[in-house]
Nanobody, 125 residues
Framework: QVQVVESGGGLVQPGGSLTLSCAASGVIFSINGMGWYRQAPGTERELVAVITSGGSTKYENSVKGRFTISRDNTKNTVYLQMNSLEPEDTAVYYC???????????????????WGQGTQVTVSS
């Protein structure tokens, strides 16, 4: 009813840049919060950045000044621009969509929270 697809991960050298995208499709009326999380092997999933429906942003301390989160509400898409990447940024990155207001196949409206499938980001020389 709501599909969430991430793209943009890959292998990059230290100091390089990548942009992740996360697009939601379906009959969607609005999305409240949108965010990015990451999980490295053997660690808990952690918040990287979030953006509210009003455009307010919050970042994990280690990515401040290097990463930028943005959203395009006309495309139901959230982006994460990552610059000056470090080996410590290596992880699987997941997008998170909170309070997605949508119409289901049966014609009724619903609220739901969704995760993307995850995309690998590897920073290595």
């Amino acid at each position: 009813q709501v599909q969430v697809v991430e793209s943009g991960g890959g292998l990059v050298q230290p100091g390089g840049s990548l942009t992740l995208s996360c697009a939601a499709s379906g009959v969607i009326f609005s999305i409240n919060g949108m965010g990015w999380y990451r999980q490295a092997p053997g660690t808990e999933r952690e918040l990287v950045a979030v953006i509210t429906s009003g455009g307010s942003t919050k970042y994990e301390n280690s990515v401040k000044g290097r990463f930028t989160i943005s959203r395009d509400n006309t495309k139901n898409t959230v982006y994460l621009q990552m610059n000056s990447l470090e080996p410590e940024d290596t992880a699987v990155y997941y997008c998170r969509l909170d309070q997605v207001y949508y119409r289901g196949y049966e014609g009724r409206t619903h609220f739901g929270d969704y995760w993307g499938q995850g995309t690998q980001v590897t920073v290595s020389s």
